[in-house]
């Protein structure tokens, strides 16, 4: 696979700004791709209530304005901060993809920010969206992962450089799971020392880590398979804890391979690592 070329980030004021930025446009660097920047402005009647006892329809009119002004207000600002940060790293600023060096732009749109990811991201090679604050899993994260149809890159809120060298791959021979590592190519021929991680409680299905390391012999990446041992109650965590102690600053897997319902009942390995994984996740759905 080629390198990816368009890259979408959905950007909110919702704390860490500066730092999500730079971390957004270090991937731009590091692919010498475009970085579509989208910032989605929900009108306020969205959220304002149509009747609330015993307020005017005046009133409320006040209260749309207010909040559409300080909305316009923060954009402006994040838009700003924008422009100041890709001018101090090296990335032109432009609507169009620039062969040869990275490049991004800004995007001011309407609507809510998970319907608007879901959809754009369909024409995007990688959308690079932040980690939950406090562990949690945000809406806008899901349909990235869920409804993009595309390779999601979710980036620690802080982590500010992008250069993974040392990279583990999460194998359990299901469709998401090679999807990722197709999608991961570009990075794993970068990486200096790749590990294909088989949890016990999967390492008895096929194609196993050995037809995957075939596989990427033909792609002329060298890697290591290694069995993860069940020391906790979560996959998750055996697995986070294998990349932790390899010192692995990058992690690709499949994205919610269980049905969706499971997922939510018993945690899943996806659930865990978005909620604990201080390292990027390279995720396919």
Same mark, same amino acid.
């Given at each position: 696979?080629?390198?990816?070329?368009?890259?979408?980030?959905? =950007?909110?004021?919702?704390?860490? /700004?500066?730092?999500? =930025?730079?971390?957004?446009?270090? /991937?731009?660097?590091?692919?010498?791709?475009?970085?579509?920047?989208?910032?989605?402005?929900?009108?306020?009647?969205?959220?304002?209530?149509?009747?609330?006892?015993?307020?005017?329809?005046?009133?409320?009119?006040?209260?749309?304005?207010?909040?559409?002004?300080?909305?316009?207000?923060?954009?402006?600002?994040?838009?700003?901060?924008?422009?100041?940060?890709?001018?101090?790293?090296?990335?032109?600023?432009?609507?169009?993809?620039?062969?040869?060096?990275?490049?991004?732009?800004?995007?001011?749109?309407?609507?809510?920010?998970? !319907?608007?990811?879901?959809?754009?991201? #369909?024409?995007?090679?990688?959308?690079?969206?932040?980690?939950?604050?406090?562990? $949690?899993?945000?809406?806008?994260? !899901?349909?990235?992962?869920?409804?993009?149809?595309?390779? /999601? &890159?979710?980036?620690?809120?802080? %982590? $500010?450089?992008?250069?993974?060298?040392?990279?583990?791959?999460?194998?359990?021979?299901?469709?998401?799971?090679?999807?990722?590592?197709?999608?991961?190519?570009? =990075?794993? #021929?970068?990486?200096?020392?790749? #590990?294909?991680?088989?949890? !016990?409680?999967?390492?008895?299905?096929?194609?196993?880590?050995?037809? &995957? %390391?075939?596989? =990427?012999?033909?792609?002329?990446?060298?890697?290591?398979? %290694?069995?993860? !041992?069940?020391?906790?109650?979560?996959?998750?965590?055996?697995?986070?804890?294998?990349?932790?102690?390899?010192?692995?600053? &990058?992690?690709?897997?499949?994205?919610?391979?269980?049905?969706?319902?499971? %997922?939510?009942?018993?945690?899943?390995?996806?659930?865990?690592?978005?909620?604990?994984?201080?390292?990027?996740?390279?995720?396919?759905?």
């Amino acid at each position: 696979m080629n390198d990816p070329r368009i890259l979408l980030m959905p =950007l909110s004021s919702s704390g860490e /700004v500066s730092e999500r =930025l730079q971390g957004a446009l270090a /991937v731009a660097k590091y692919f010498g791709a475009q970085l579509q920047v989208l910032h989605a402005c929900a009108h306020p009647s969205r959220f304002v209530p149509h009747e609330i006892a015993g307020l005017s329809r005046q009133f409320m009119q006040e209260l749309e304005r207010i909040a559409d002004t300080q909305a316009r207000e923060d954009a402006s600002q994040l838009r700003r901060l924008f422009k100041q940060l890709a001018d101090q790293g090296g990335v032109a600023v432009s609507e169009e993809y620039l062969p040869g060096g990275a490049s991004a732009c800004w995007h001011e749109v309407e609507g809510l920010r998970s !319907e608007l990811v879901a959809r754009r991201g #369909r024409v995007a090679d990688l959308l690079v969206v932040p980690q939950g604050r406090n562990g $949690t899993i945000s809406s806008t994260l !899901e349909a990235a992962i869920l409804q993009s149809g595309s390779p /999601v &890159l979710v980036m620690p809120r802080t %982590q $500010t450089n992008f250069a993974p060298q040392c990279i583990a791959i999460a194998w359990n021979g299901s469709p998401e799971a090679a999807r990722a590592v197709r999608s991961a190519l570009p =990075l794993l #021929r970068r990486g200096r020392d790749v #590990r294909i991680l088989t949890h !016990e409680t999967t390492s008895s299905r096929v194609p196993g880590p050995g037809s &995957l %390391q075939a596989y =990427l012999q033909c792609h002329g990446i060298d890697s290591k398979p %290694q069995r993860v !041992e069940q020391l906790h109650r979560s996959d998750g965590a055996d697995l986070l804890q294998a990349a932790q102690g390899f010192h692995c600053d &990058l992690i690709v897997m499949g994205a919610y391979s269980h049905h969706r319902l499971q %997922q939510q009942a018993f945690g899943g390995v996806t659930r865990h690592l978005l909620q604990h994984s201080a390292m990027p996740l390279l995720l396919c759905h």
